[in-house]
């Protein structure tokens, strides 16, 4: 089967299709011809839907990913200036939860909006460990405690760096400084050797972040956690990724106990331009 299909009824060869091809997989032999796949081109496609989606006659189907697959963008649900910066401002960093886990299909949900970050390549190598219930959020924080306690004893300068001793004493009296006493933890993992692994699952999770008030759900970055994962064997292993697997980030997950009523200032953008 082609690497696409163009209906020749709607085709009106505007050759847009063949400009936004990241990969330049697409080609018109001349003004008036069909488009069609350049030598290789079935091996450079990254199927990343641009020819599908920027086609304006809907004259374009991809072989893994049909029209009926690309739902039209409506203008109505478009967000405006002010919109925008009220809804990417007013995102914060939410540290103090209502009890009670949140649903799965609301977790699902979650991350089937979030998934649509961009990867390297379109590789979408992000995979997501959702730890569902406080229960096993307090396990595995433990795991995260036993690890500054071990930085501790070794004098580890991280441990003085990051109060990893306050850290320790809050979580024995019963209060939890790694996960804020999250109901849920989303952690992404993928392949250890992926080399945009990093940046491909920081921008799932800040996806993740901006996702969540929509759903009633606020987010919190779980650096500690993520350090945690990153160099205590026991937490690592208690995560049971696939062979090959490590992890790359953590967000705490739940409802938000208060509601924000002000979008906190910043400082001001380092910002430099070569003309
Ligand atoms: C990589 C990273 C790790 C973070 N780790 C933690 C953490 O372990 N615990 C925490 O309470 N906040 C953590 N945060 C949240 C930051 O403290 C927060 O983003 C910052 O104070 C700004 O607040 P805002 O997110 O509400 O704008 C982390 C943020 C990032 C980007």
Not at 211 to 231: I, V
Request: some cysteine.
């Amino acid at each position: 089967m082609s690497l696409f299909s163009i209906d020749e009824k709607l085709c009106v060869k505007d050759g847009i299709c063949v400009a936004e091809c990241p990969t330049s997989v697409i080609e018109m032999k001349t003004s008036d011809s069909l488009p069609t796949v350049t030598d290789g081109g079935e091996t450079r496609c990254i199927n990343c839907g641009h020819c599908v989606a920027v086609c304006p006659h809907g004259a374009i189907s991809l072989a893994r990913m049909s029209i009926d697959q690309c739902p039209p963008i409506k203008g109505a649900l478009s967000l405006d200036e002010n919109q925008a910066e009220q809804f990417l401002r007013s995102r914060r960093s939410i540290r103090t939860y209502k009890p009670g886990d949140v649903d799965i299909e609301t977790l699902t949900r979650l991350i089937n909006i979030a998934r649509y970050a961009p990867t390297g390549s379109n590789s979408q190598q992000v995979h997501w460990l959702v730890v569902a219930t406080r229960d096993k959020v307090v396990q595995l924080t433990a795991l995260a405690v036993d690890w500054m306690r071990s930085a501790i004893q070794e004098k580890n300068p991280v441990a003085e760096a990051y109060q990893m001793a306050g850290i320790v004493h809050a979580w024995e009296k019963g209060i939890d400084i790694i996960s804020r006493g999250a109901p849920a933890l989303i952690i992404t993992h993928g392949p250890e050797t992926y080399p945009v692994m990093t940046i491909d699952s920081a921008i799932a999770l800040s996806y993740l972040d901006l996702a969540a008030p929509p759903l009633g759900l606020g987010c919190c970055w779980a650096g500690f956690f993520m350090a945690a994962a990153g160099f205590w064997p026991p937490l690592a292993e208690a995560l049971n990724l696939p062979d090959g697997h490590k992890s790359f980030g953590a967000m705490m997950v739940g409802y938000p106990k208060f509601t924000y009523q002000r979008m906190p200032e910043r400082s001001e953008a380092k910002l430099s331009f070569f003309k």
